[in-house]
């Protein structure tokens, strides 16, 4: 009951798509990907250009109806070395310039003294770090931090797929109220995932990890035991869905899996501002099957009312810089921090949550495992009454 009020009272309005300046219209994965493929190839024979990018002066010649000579002469033109001073420096000179100020020319580019003033600003570490948090990939973290295992070696042969960023959400898991609502915080991701066209929405779901997933119900007096796998979220009510575009995508991995979404399916059949919904079975179903819009919320559902938000960005082909082992994805880039503390030794990450106890200032208050046991016990003996539960932190699972 209170899943569905929670739902229906979240889907009261519909979201007009359309009318946002941030989402694309809408697009076929599969679709795009075959287009795309197909620009390229036709560009580079038009072109005259290899893998590397070199253009052939023959073929450019050719598609642009003039003489070699020319096209010579216009390849020569759009060189970045035109912005140099001739006979004075070469394009690497200046390069170095930039790192080595003894290089510098009193007759150097406005530019490089500019680059050189931004680099003295930088060395202050207050400054690097107001810039760097105000950047698009701020803490982004390149096939999470394992640079180490990628070869540096051109890969002979480049798969043909695509590469998308996929942003999910903070959990939500109970009715937030008007300021909740608006602040915006709410939407920066805390994790997000390199995926490719022959990733499974299946793989994304077991990637996800939620701190709803684990929590359990722990019996008073067994505070100090550890906590029985069976008896968590992830174990007790496994059942999920995925909603992108008009269709739920349920997971289906367990025999004790139901599909929870077929009570919001019923709310938005009598709803006329919603469209018709389909359902389907998320085992097997690559990105390349979904038809989605880039930037559009969708949500992910899971431990009975945990939802989490879902946006698609960044599609683009797959180029020879990607990561080709399939096996590999989804690759976490970016997830966030902020490991809970404990309240009383400042020092330990928590490890147990208690609530109603009214011999602390808040609730719930958070603990290391040696200061819960010497707050709360005196010789094994419970002071006072509290409910306790363990806390796991998400990026350490």
């Not at 493929?37 to 290899?50: K, L």
């Not at 570490?125 to 180490?148: A, I, P, T």
């Not at 949550?353 to 046991?373: Q, W, Y």
Request: contains cysteine; charged residues 25%; hydrophobic residues 30%.
């Amino acid at each position: 009951t209170f899943l569905k009020k929670y739902i229906l009272r979240k889907m009261d309005k519909k979201f007009r798509s359309d009318e946002q300046w941030f989402i694309s219209p809408i697009v076929h994965v599969r679709t795009f990907k075959e287009t795309a493929e197909e620009e390229v190839q036709f560009t580079n024979s038009r072109m005259g250009m290899s893998d590397e990018y070199e253009p052939e002066v023959g073929t450019l010649a050719s598609f642009l109806g003039c003489s070699a000579k020319t096209t010579n002469k216009i390849l020569k033109d759009i060189s970045l070395d035109k912005l140099l001073e001739p006979g004075k420096r070469s394009l690497t000179d200046d390069y170095d310039s930039l790192t080595q100020p003894s290089l510098i020319q009193p007759e150097a580019l406005k530019t490089h003294r500019n680059c050189m003033e931004r680099l003295k600003r930088f060395t202050d570490s207050s400054v690097k770090s107001y810039f760097y948090q105000h950047l698009r990939y701020y803490k982004w973290e390149m096939y999470g931090n394992k640079l180490s295992q990628i070869s540096n070696e051109i890969p002979r042969h480049i798969t043909g797929d695509i590469i998308m960023t996929l942003n999910i959400g903070s959990a939500h898991n109970r009715i937030l109220d008007d300021g909740e609502n608006r602040a915006t915080n709410r939407m920066s991701p805390h994790l997000k995932l390199f995926i490719r066209g022959s990733t499974t929405l299946s793989s994304i779901r077991e990637k996800i990890m939620c701190k709803s997933d684990f929590g359990t119900y722990i019996e008073e007096g067994k505070e100090l035991e550890k906590p029985d796998p069976n008896n968590f979220n992830i174990s007790l009510y496994p059942s999920a869905f995925i909603f992108i575009h008009d269709t739920f995508y349920v997971d289906t991995s367990r025999p004790e899996c139901i599909d929870i979404s077929k009570e919001i399916r019923e709310f938005m059949a009598k709803k006329h501002c919603f469209g018709p919904t389909k359902v389907e079975s998320m085992s097997g179903i690559t990105i390349l099957d979904l038809t989605l819009r880039l930037g559009q919320p969708y949500m992910f559902m899971h431990s009975g009312n945990c939802e989490h938000i879902l946006t698609f960005t960044d599609l683009r082909l797959m180029t020879k810089d990607d990561e080709q082992d399939d096996s590999k994805y989804p690759i976490v880039t970016f997830e966030r921090g902020g490991n809970m503390q404990c309240m009383a030794c400042k020092k330990m990450e928590a490890g147990m949550g208690v609530e109603n106890n009214s011999r602390l200032p808040m609730t719930p208050a958070f603990f290391c495992d040696t200061c819960f046991k010497e707050f709360h016990f005196s010789h094994g003996q419970r002071l006072g009454d509290f409910k306790a539960f363990p806390y796991f932190h998400t990026n350490r699972i």
